[in-house]
């Protein structure tokens, strides 16, 4: 394969999507080096989480070119499963396992899938829950947390896997005004250790804090990508102004 | 001129309690047997490929669409007429009443149980199924770890109510010879002419069992879901 897919962590050529007749990814190309920092942007329906959730084959695309890490996706299981070790992902609402504690939470997938010793799940699980600042809460269920906490376990348990990419769902939108920093918070710290993340965000001052490049979607198309000082202080489209206007407009 | 015979309820209650454990062994080989095929009709109605899920389909049309008389019926009185059944290595239980009554009473309650676990199954969130996956989780560990424990906890009161209906069916083995405890009530009848009083007996015992089910379901229930209350 070419040069390029070797320091580009990930690849998106010419991708298309379709719900039925909808179609909420037009011709979409975006390449994403190791280590760099995409927020994605755009009014809703425009087909932000789409896209993250192409990445690691939670939608299947309809047609372009998707590769992770070296991995085409395709129908192919095993490349799918090799992606998803490596792709961490938070979602919008939390999606925490209701029936298992918090630390149990996060040992699921590493004992299951990488197949790590208790012992080794259970240290892992809890560097990272003191990452998140709750070591605390370790053995207590989904429901005994706040949102802020909930979301910050969900990001402890995509990062007990050890991924090389993380990917988040608008993470901070179900949540309470007062419990977005806090969240937020530990998405920067994420940035500043080198996670290569993309967001999809509506929060536009981490986007100008954290980002490498901001992307912004409408209509299920790639309308302006560009550096944050660039995209906020001199946006080239229209629709890239209108959206802006009213989402900084408070 | 007297309503009830008080003194017959007494000297009956205790004949008629001889064949609780009929009545028990009915409930409980049943009730695992049943459950056991709730699981594999569920996991075929589930696979996604048509010919796994229609025949599956038609198996619990036919057992839910279906008077479980009827189907006791013609396992103990229809099934002996073929040859071939004769001959099976089944015959040893379906010659017996006991076996034939296990059988239609695990193939009804397969097919209503199954149908409860799907209703759980599609009421798991489905962030919740996808966060398994995203965590790199195989279709099938999805299922046992996520699914499952979280189905169980959503299908339990359905379940409890199809325990409470199977241990009243039980009553129906008393119509192919079974001495359970209708049986023996049946039996008491035909000899002191005193329906009334016996069969209210027997209704008495069953109120008890019934009573005795729920309240340990409630109590399953209350300790399995006491951390899932509340889900953002």
Redesign the interface.
Known sequence: MSDSGHTNIIELENVDKFFGVFQALKNVSLSVKTGERIVVCGPSGSGKSTLIRCINRLEEHSSGKIVVNGHELTSAVKNIDAVRREVGMVFQSFNLFPHLTIIKNLMLAPTLVRKASKSEARDTAMKYLERVKIPEQADKYPSQLSGGQQQRVAIARALCMNPKVMLFDEPTSALDPEMISEVLDVMTDLARDGMTMIVVTHEMGFARSVADKVVFMDYGEIVEMNPPEEFFDNPQHERTKLFLSQILAH | MRFIDVALIIDSIPRILMGIGLTFQLLFLSLTLGTALAIILLLLRISGRWYLAAPTMVYIYIFRGTPILVQIFIIYYGLPQLEFIRESIFWPILREPFGCAIIALSLNTGAYVSEIFRGGVLGV?R??K?????????VT?RFI??TS??AI?LCLPAYSNDVVSLMKSTALASTITLLDMMGIARTIVAETYAPYEIFLSVMVIYLIITWVIQRTFGWIEKRMSQ??????
């Open positions: 969130d962030g919740l996808e966060a398994g996956a995203a965590l790199g989780l195989s560990q770890y996520i424990p979280i906890r951390h899932i209350r509340s889900e953002a």
